[in-house]
């Protein structure tokens, strides 16, 4: 009972922190959501009501199954690297992405620099060319 209230818990705790707008807040949560799923597999296995499975009794009916241990260590693994992908996208991905902000000023344009008065302002070239006398 107070693995499932802890597993809950931590599924709370989760849900809170990828509510958040911080990445490393995000990753804090998904690191709790996986614990919160294997310690869930665990007390669907039945692993705290249950002897070891290699232990001295024989008796099938009295061990643990070992097939619930077997998914949360696959998940663990799994839950791991998809951490460590997430950490590394939010290393590489903090800095400028070098795209320009939509200001709006009282001689520029909504875009942010090429206003028609700055247009209009440039010298435009001849098609014929610059130093034909025709």
Do not use: K
């Amino acid at each position: 009972m107070t693995l499932a209230i802890s597993a809950g818990l931590l599924m709370v705790g989760a849900v809170y922190l990828i509510l958040q707008r911080g990445m490393l807040r995000i990753i804090l949560g998904f690191i709790l959501l996986s614990h919160s799923v294997n310690m869930m597999l665990f007390a669907a296995g039945g692993s705290d009501r249950r002897s070891e499975p290699l232990g001295s009794d024989p008796d099938p009916a009295v061990t643990a199954d070992a097939l619930p241990q077997a998914f949360v260590l696959t998940a663990i693994v799994i839950a791991f690297s998809i951490t460590i992908y997430m950490l590394v996208l939010a290393v590489t991905g903090h800095g400028d992405d070098d795209t320009r902000d939509q200001v709006t000023d009282d001689n520029e344009g909504p875009t942010g620099g090429d206003s028609a008065a700055q247009r209009e302002e440039t010298p435009a070239t001849s098609p014929q060319g610059e130093g034909s006398n025709t």
